[in-house]
């Protein structure tokens, strides 16, 4: 049962913003959106977390509709080392707080 | 120091083989975790250890037995596997276990392969 729909693959231009989609339409009031990222033969990496507000951090910002069935990731100025699958994960806390990784959403950064 | 280290990063085996995983984390995270990971699908969660305690078993065949001899330690004792379980098997760890918006750190796995 998919908490997170992301698109399978999406490509961007180095050096512009990447801006990663991620509907999650049955999103529970206290349930935090993760996102996560898994660079080719290497373990996923932490990215940014939220519940309701827009987030930023040193790698990247997160945009979270009002509603918060959808959100989006955006890395403003992608480099080639950020091709990797991005996995947008919905979680919960206490007993409904495991980790479910979905397919995510391959980002390739084009020269 | 945010790293998680798994050894060894390759491992070969035999199907009557017992051989063991080894994950270790000095941040003073009181939750670990294991992973699968099969080749181009997304990791699936199989054990979480809470303060050193068992806490979550996804219903991991018994082939597979984890262990945590202390907080900084997390091990996957594994026997009689099969070819299918070839995967990169990923150990994480976390401030908090199943808390509050407690972000999970990944070591960079140990890719099994079972002949």
């Known amino acids: 049962d998919a908490k997170t729909t992301q698109p399978p693959s999406m490509d961007c231009a180095e050096g512009r913003a990447a801006n990663l989609p991620c509907n999650h339409s049955?999103?529970?009031?206290?349930?935090?959106v993760y996102w996560y990222r898994q660079i080719h033969s290497q373990g996923p990496q932490y990215i940014i977390h939220g519940l309701k507000n827009n987030e930023t951090n040193e790698m990247a910002s997160l945009i979270i509709t009002e509603d918060r069935k959808s959100s989006t990731l955006i890395l403003p100025h992608a480099t080639l080392r950020d091709t990797a699958v991005y996995y947008c994960i919905v979680r919960g806390t206490g007993a409904n707080s495991k980790l479910t990784f979905g397919k995510g959403i391959t980002l390739s950064v084009r020269p | 120091d945010t790293e998680v280290t798994q050894t060894p990063k390759h491992l070969v085996m035999g199907m009557t083989n017992k051989k063991s995983l080894k994950c270790e984390q000095h941040?003073?995270?009181?939750?670990m975790y294991w992973y699968k990971q099969k080749a181009k699908k997304p990791p699936e969660l199989m054990f979480v250890?809470?303060?050193?305690?068992?806490?979550i078993n996804e219903s991991v065949p018994s082939r597979f037995s984890p262990e945590c001899p202390n907080s900084s330690l997390l091990n996957l004792h594994l026997h009689a596997l099969q070819p299918e379980d070839s995967a990169l098997y990923l150990c994480?760890?976390?401030?908090?276990?199943?808390?509050?918006?407690?972000?999970?750190?990944f070591g960079p796995g140990t890719r099994l392969t079972v002949t």
């Open positions: 049955t999103i529970s009031g206290n349930e935090y």
């Open positions: 994480a760890s976390s401030q908090e276990p199943l808390g509050e918006s407690y972000e999970q750190y």
């Open positions: 250890y809470s303060y050193e305690k068992l806490s």
């Open positions: 941040m003073g995270h009181r939750a």
